[in-house]
């Protein structure tokens, strides 16, 4: 039989999220993320010193510092989260560090809208946990200058046999804890949409990177 996924609600999504605020880096460790893999992700959006960068699903802020630095004090970090529990954790580092130039919204990412063009929006971690990401793409390409980048970081099953085994149990650790559903496959929804686009793997396929340009017209 089939392993089926049912999609959750947003307010479902952002209640479970608002709890495990203060276990993201447990997560991490439980789910063997590559040590680099939110540096090395940040590396590959392509950003310079006073680009614009909006990070959607930036959670408690763990990509925040990567990409600060990235575009430097004359740049702007934007990031939208629909969980007030993760945004808060994310708000302290911001203040923590004295980063005038990151701002952080509460909001519904479909809906969002950042005040200036951008050159690059990053999903991390984000893309497989909400039943409207094809909407919240979208949306992101839209904000996007032509040109600007667009990059999804996250995990998905391996290839082959392996994937098959590990299948119902990543089902189960996804139900109970960031609920991100393992059938989507994302980089399927970036290819078409964009130039130029690039697929990295990491932890034997486990973990990747993938990224476009958006076109010009």
């Given amino acids: 039989m089939a392993i089926q996924w049912a999609d959750y609600d947003l307010d479902y999504i952002r209640r479970r999220y608002d709890r495990i605020a ?5 997560f991490e460790w439980l789910l063997f993320m590559p040590t680099a893999f939110r540096r090395t992700a940040v590396a590959r ?4 010193p006073g680009d614009r960068v909006l990070e ?11 990409l600060r630095d990235a575009v430097g004090a004359a740049g702007r970090v934007y990031g939208v989260d629909f969980s007030s529990g993760m945004l808060a954790r994310a708000g302290e580092l911001v203040r923590r560090n004295d980063w005038s130039n990151v701002e952080l919204t509460q909001a519904d990412a479909a809906d969002y809208r950042a005040p200036e063009p951008l ?23 839209d904000m996007l200058r032509p ?6 970081m996250d995990a998905k099953l391996p290839p082959g046999i392996g994937g098959k085994l590990v299948l119902p149990f990543s089902i189960w650790l ?14 399927e ?13 990491f932890l ?14």
């Fill in 45 to 48: 959006i392509g950003l310079r």
């Fill in 189 to 201: 929804h970036l290819a078409p949409l964009v130039d130029g686009f690039e697929m990295e793997e």
């Fill in 22 to 26: 203060g276990l993201i880096v447990p």
């Fill in 56 to 66: 959607i699903g930036c959670g408690t802020g763990r990509n925040l510092p990567f």
């Fill in 119 to 141: 050159d690059a929006v990053m999903f991390g971690l984000s893309y497989n946990t909400m039943p409207h990401h094809r909407a919240v793409l979208a949306r992101a390409l």
């Fill in 204 to 217: 034997f396929g486990s973990y990747y990177v993938c990224r476009g340009t958006k076109r010009a017209g």
């Fill in 174 to 187: 996804m139900k109970h804890t960031v609920l991100g559903n393992p059938h989507i496959r994302p980089w």
């Fill in 147 to 152: 040109g600007g980048s667009l990059v999804i």
